[in-house]
């Protein structure tokens, strides 16, 4: 079992910044794959990054140049660092993390862009 805990969400103005903390209960280097998923109200959920225990990094199009995915694996938490944001950011954030075939989730953290 993997237990995922994100925080870091919040209301900001368009084009401001936010970083999303995930904050893992194991030993991130076990785990193959970490990112984040973000689902918007009426909206399917919709991949934004993800890195893997190789530091490969993946991007959706709407966050490649704006977005910035990372680990630490002393600290077993992944980050997701986001500039120039757009209301259309505006959704929840899911961590995920795929270890051993299976797919863990967070509880998710809101992240609101609005002025």
């Known amino acids: 079992q993997v237990q995922l805990v994100e925080s870091g969400g919040g209301l900001v103005q368009p084009g401001g910044s936010l970083t999303l903390s995930c904050a893992a209960s194991?030993?991130?280097?076990?785990?193959?794959?970490m990112g984040w998923y973000r689902q918007a109200p009426g909206k399917q959920r919709e991949v934004v990054a993800s890195?893997?225990?190789?530091?490969?990094?993946t991007y959706a199009d709407s966050s490649k140049g704006r977005f910035t995915i990372s680990r630490d694996n002393a600290k077993n938490t992944v980050y997701l660092r986001m500039d120039s944001l757009k209301p259309e950011d505006t959704a929840v954030y899911y961590c995920?993390?795929?270890?051993?075939?299976?797919?863990?989730w967070g509880q998710g953290t809101q992240v609101t862009v609005s002025s």
């Open positions: 995920h993390a795929l270890k051993s075939w299976t797919m863990y």
């Open positions: 890195i893997t225990n190789g530091d490969s990094t």
């Open positions: 194991t030993n991130i280097v076990s785990i193959y794959v």
